[in-house]
C-alpha cells in the first residue's frame, strides 16, 4: 500500500486540504478527489490543453503536474473565474460569441484564455491565436474563440 501524503494548497480562493498518492496527477485530484470536474481529462499527456489550469498564476497542463508538487500554491481551475451570479467576461464572452460546441475544450480554452489575457490586456489575432495552439478543439474551427477573446480583452 502506498502511503499517502497530505497537501494544503488555495484551489479557487480557498484553502483546500487533501490526501493523495505521490504518483497520482493534479488532474486525478481535482476531478476525483475534490469534485472539481469543470477540468477535462483528454490526452493525459499535456498535449490538448483540456486540463487547463492557472498554478500560481501560470498556464500548466494539470494532467503532468503532481498533485504534491501544488503544496502551499495556489490553483485556479474554471470553476474560479465567476463570482457568482456574474460571469467572467471571458465566460461572457465566448457565450456571447457562440465560441462552443460540445464544451469538452471550453474550460481548457477559458483558462488558457485568461493566462493570456493576465499578460497581454490587448492581445492581437496573431498573439490570440499563438497562446491557443496548446488548446484543442474539434468542433469549432477557433475563428469564434479567437473573435470571443477578442471581444473580452476590452473589457
Known amino acids: 500500500m502506498t502511503k499517502k501524503t497530505l497537501v494544503s494548497a488555495t484551489i479557487n480562493g480557498e484553502e483546500t486540504e487533501f490526501l493523495c498518492e505521490p504518483q497520482q496527477s493534479l488532474l486525478e485530484v481535482l476531478r476525483d478527489g475534490l469534485g472539481l470536474t469543470g477540468t477535462k481529462e483528454g490526452c493525459n499527456d499535456g498535449n490538448c490543453g483540456a486540463c487547463s489550469v492557472l498554478l500560481d498564476g501560470r498556464l500548466v497542463n494539470s494532467c503532468l503536474v503532481l498533485a504534491v508538487e501544488i503544496?502551499?500554491?495556489?490553483?485556479?481551475?474554471?470553476?474560479?473565474?465567476?463570482?457568482?451570479?456574474?460571469?467572467?467576461?471571458?465566460?461572457?464572452?465566448?457565450?456571447?460569441?457562440?465560441?462552443?460546441?460540445?464544451?469538452?475544450?471550453?474550460?481548457?480554452?477559458?483558462?488558457?484564455?485568461?493566462?493570456?489575457?493576465?499578460?497581454?490586456?490587448?492581445?492581437?489575432?496573431?498573439?490570440?491565436?499563438?497562446?491557443?495552439?496548446?488548446n484543442l478543439c474539434r468542433c469549432t474551427g477557433y475563428d469564434k474563440i479567437v473573435r470571443a477573446v477578442q471581444a473580452a480583452s476590452g473589457e
Not at 110 to 133: F, M, V
Open 71 to 134: 503544496e502551499g500554491r495556489s490553483v485556479v481551475t474554471v470553476e474560479g473565474l465567476a463570482e457568482w451570479p456574474r460571469l467572467h467576461p471571458l465566460q461572457k464572452a465566448f457565450a456571447e460569441n457562440d465560441a462552443l460546441q460540445c464544451g469538452f475544450c471550453t474550460p481548457g480554452m477559458l483558462i488558457a484564455s485568461k493566462a493570456l489575457l493576465d499578460r497581454n490586456p490587448h492581445p492581437t489575432e496573431a498573439e490570440i491565436r499563438a497562446w491557443l495552439a496548446g
